[in-house]
């Protein structure tokens, strides 16, 4: 089969999540409430861990913190956030490109100077990037998203829907690109993902329909957005999974 760079990026399994929730990151002056932290030992002032909290902060009794950052991508919302572990930890010394960033990271945390913002993002971005991978590599999640992504057969299967929520997908077409039966498939992916293939898509699409909603589309569009053949279909999936209808979407987000 031939590659080429169109393929291999419909093969990225976490294109989707950074495309639909933009992570922002900002200095953090209270280091028991960052996601991210650069830490050095014993006073010192290089950097010799680095620590990513992907749902909350907490406690940095005896640390020492040379930065800290406050992430948002995309908090409750984004499912990836919400099936990472609670917790993700570098030892910058077997982490030479991370030991790199982390300095230039630390550098744009303390210090303001033109342009910050914007570094301070795309260096938060490879880092969580990093902690994403560590955790698909490791197994840290034995169920849910996290095991889909690392399971070689499922994988391919989540980043298409992922990429492509409103195509008309299929237990036959979904089935084809693990390589398994239907019933194969059905059972990998409920027992591996915790829900069944298609529920699980549905909920992709309401989770990016509701991005749609918050960010001004009406009901109409953001249901075609994600593959919704009408908005009252949309509506009423929306209603039961979230429990108040799309149109309350901007005062449920204030």
């Not at 969580?128 to 391919?156: C, E, F, Q, S, Y």
Request: proline share 6%; with cysteine.
């Amino acid at each position: 089969m031939t590659e080429n760079s169109k393929a291999q990026r419909k093969h990225d399994r976490l294109f989707a999540f950074l495309r639909a929730f933009p992570l922002e990151a900002h200095p953090c002056p209270h280091p028991d409430s960052a996601n991210l932290l650069v830490l050095g030992a014993d006073g010192g002032d290089r950097p010799t861990r680095l620590i990513y909290r992907p749902r909350a902060g907490g406690r940095c009794d005896g640390m020492t913190v040379l930065a800290a950052a406050s992430l948002s991508f995309g908090g409750s919302q984004n499912p990836l956030v919400g099936a990472l572990p609670p917790e993700i930890a570098f030892d910058l010394a077997d982490e030479p490109e991370l030991d790199v960033l982390s300095r230039m990271l630390m550098s744009e945390l303390t210090v303001s100077r033109c342009g910050g913002g914007f570094i301070e993002t795309r260096l938060s971005e490879i880092v969580v990037v990093h902690a994403i991978r560590r955790a698909i590599a490791n197994g840290t999640v034995n169920a849910g998203l996290m095991a889909g992504l690392a399971h070689k057969d499922l994988n391919p299967c989540l980043v298409a829907m992922h990429d492509d929520p409103g195509h008309p997908w299929t237990i036959g077409s979904l089935s084809e690109i693990a390589g398994m039966s239907r019933s194969r498939f059905i059972r990998t992916f409920t027992q591996t993902v915790g829900q069944p293939p298609l529920a699980y898509l549905t909920q992709w699409r309401l989770t990016l329909g509701r991005v749609a909603l918050v960010e001004g589309h009406t009901v109409k569009v953001a249901a075609g957005k994600v593959g919704f053949s009408s908005a009252a279909g949309f509506s009423r999936a929306f209603s039961r999974v979230f429990g108040h209808a799309p149109s309350t979407v901007a005062s449920h987000d204030a």
